[in-house]
């Protein structure tokens, strides 16, 4: 029976949410929306200290919760928390039914009725399955990027959503990590614009649109930078590197207008991130005017114990509330020792309030206080899961991803006369791989494979052999547990070779199975597993018209194909649609204009391999030398470098011309360079422009990204490429602790990629 306590607080709260229109969503560090602070006030001044705690925990549905309700353990526990108002956020509970049902248990049965927010890992799509983020990266197309996060905050809105856990927006140089998969690679200037196009693509203008979901930046800040590429280890990160080159993507994403943020598992000179108050307090809360709230991520209050710097979830939870992480997600550890914290003054009331109200302040954001249930909705679900719009769109930004490697002799594109192809390799019928890793509710074995791709588009005059000649993995695959590698099995090698003489050019499908990249998964070796390379060398000793097509989440090293092989094709996991992409690609009906966001190395050794490297001291490559920095056993340079990426037509770059050489604070120096296409197709090019700074109060980078244009042209077409360069675009984080631009001499770069590029000099004046 509900007490006269409950009565009038929850018709208080009722007649509140009524009487005040609902307002466009403020962004970011944008001015608050005054309507909805008054709402929030008002709420919090109804709570109970429980009720505050409960309002930063989030849950893990590890249940049915459409089922019977949990009898024992953690299940039990969690359901009769959520009916107490002792939760303020659920995970992993998806779909319209379950969501409502959880719904429900939150508004009907807790005193004040305040609505659950649910969240889930939306990385590349959530039914339809998009490019992972990597791969979409490389398309540098960043309304394509954009749309393809839009598709899955529609889809997931359906399904009852209201927050991702993406875009991850982590910059990192180690091809180790299993999570390169889900970030933009390797530079900070790219990083950002993809960041800002992912947020926007979640959230829409209007949180209160049904068909947005809460983005979440992560992991804040340095996990990218794990020592050995190892997930979930230390980072040793410098002031000036957090700066300039971690932060300015989370920066990014909060200008977009980014809801949350998450932190991070590593540590950051000797301080994990879940209780480091300078990172979540001082950069992100009051540096940057943070607005949204901060979530762990899973677990990562009480891993402060295996951390070594919590003896006990206790203290745990007082060190990470202290430091401004505002939601628990899954550790039991604020919603067990936080009111306890509180009442013997540990943490004081003030930091609960603070985190209770960001995390209202979305709820109502979102409209939930209007309408719980908005976003549970079974027509919706089941209209826009897996529309045709979506999966033509995954096709059109999976062949926007795809990066020509190699191409002698013009080997690709394939002639529609082509008589007979054979397409061998463990990944040429594999319809699961290409759905990736994180592949939230994409059902198993879905996607369109190569091979069906091929079959879907040849003309009937072409014939398709195909063989598998390999097994990539052996045992299970799933999210959850560890693959076999197939070291031994060569079985179907007679098969594949047979099928290669026959054919009158070869298809060769190799790389990683997609749970080889993702979280967890980090590799020591990031060469073609098991006996993969042994095939390639059986099928070109017996048909050297090989295309290898590269299927991976990852750089990869494959210096024999490199080497050998005509033409080798960047095809990562491009999601549901990726049999069609690869074969738009490969019979030349769309020209691939992908470049690389990560340098690809020769060999693992080389890790961690970025373009933006410093000179160091002993930068000299002249012949004889050898006390200088470098490798006895091979080139400090890229395989394939950042920005690189080959046409089926060529481009030739005039000489850049610049305005003027001398920049200052009140002008700008407009940069050009014409560009023409002199190949026989119409062809897409990215336009990359870098800079030097040749003499800072720290070292800078040998070149950083400052722009980039993704022109198409036509066969003998040309344009003019401008950029405008001012001084702000040469600011960093100098000596002084500050961003600023430093007068001095500079470097300009003009090219197709971050190697190939032509240079001019120019200056930037001391203000007056």
Known sequence: MKTLTYLFGGLFLFFLVLSCNNTPYQSGAAKLDPVIEKRVDSLLSLMNLQEKVGQMTQYNGSW???????????????????????????????GSNATRKAQELAVNDSRLGIPLLFGYDVVHGYKTMFPLPLAEAASWD???????????????????????????????????????????????????????????????????????????????????????????????????TL?????????????????????????????????????????????????GFVVSDWGTVAELISHGVAENPKAATRMAVNAGCDMDMESLAYVNELKELVEEGSVPMANIDAAVRRILRLKFQLGLFEDPYRYSNPAAEKQDLMRTEHLEAARDIGRKSIVL?????????????????????????????PLGS???KATKNSAVSLLEGLKETASANTEILYAEGCKLAVGKRSFANELTINQSDKSGFPAAIAAARRADVV???????????????????????????????AVYKVNPKVVVVLMNGRPLTFNWAADNVPAIVEAWHLGHMAGMSIADVLWGDYNPGGKLPMSFPYHVGQCPLYYNHKSTGRPSTEPGLVFYSHYTDG??????????????????YGTPSLSTTRLTNDNTIEVSVTVTNTGERKGEEVVQLYVRDLVGSVTRPVKELKGFKKIELAPGGKETVSFTLTAQDLAYYTANKKWEAEAGDFMLYIGTNSRDVQEHPFELLAAQ
């Open 64 to 94: 049915d919760v459409t089922g019977p309700i949990p009898k024992g353990g953690d299940n039990e526990m969690k359901y009769a928390h959520i009916q107490n108002g002792m939760v303020g956020s659920m995970l992993n509970v998806v």
């Open 142 to 240: 960043l309304a394509a990027i954009e749309r393809s996060a839009r598709m899955a905050a529609v889809e997931a809105a359906s399904a009852g959503l209201h927050w991702t856990f993406a875009p991850m927006v982590d910059i990192t140089r180690d091809a180790r990590w299993g999570r390169v998969m889900e970030g933009a690679g390797e530079d900070p200037y790219l990083g950002s614009l993809i960041a800002a196009a992912r947020v926007k693509g979640f959230q829409g203008d209007d949180l209160s649109d049904k068909q947005t979901i809460a983005a979440c930046a992560k992991h804040f800040a340095g996990y990218g930078f794990a020592e050995g590429g190892r997930d979930y280890n230390t980072v040793e990160i410098n002031e000036h």
């Open 243 to 291: 700066e300039n080159i971690v932060f300015p993507p989370f920066k990014a994403a909060l200008d977009a207008g980014v809801a949350t943020v998450m932190n991070s598992f590593n540590e950051i000179g000797g301080q994990p991130v879940t209780s480091n108050a300078y990172l979540q307090k001082e950069v992100l809360k009051e540096r940057w005017g943070f607005n």
């Open 405 to 433: 490697l190699k191409n002698e002799d013009n080997i690709l594109p394939l002639s529609k006369d082509i008589q007979t192809i054979a397409v061998i390799g463990p990944l040429a019928n594999d319809r699961d791989s």
């Open 438 to 440: 994180w592949r939230a």
């Open 507 to 537: 298809l060769l499908a190799i790389g990683e199975d997609a749970w080889q990249t993702g979280e967890g998964r980090s590799q020591m070796d990031i060469g073609l597993a098991g006996v993969q390379e042994e095939l390639l060398q």
């Open 635 to 652: 080139p400090n340079e890229a395989r394939f470098p950042f920005g690189f990426g080959l046409s089926y037509t060529n481009f030739s």
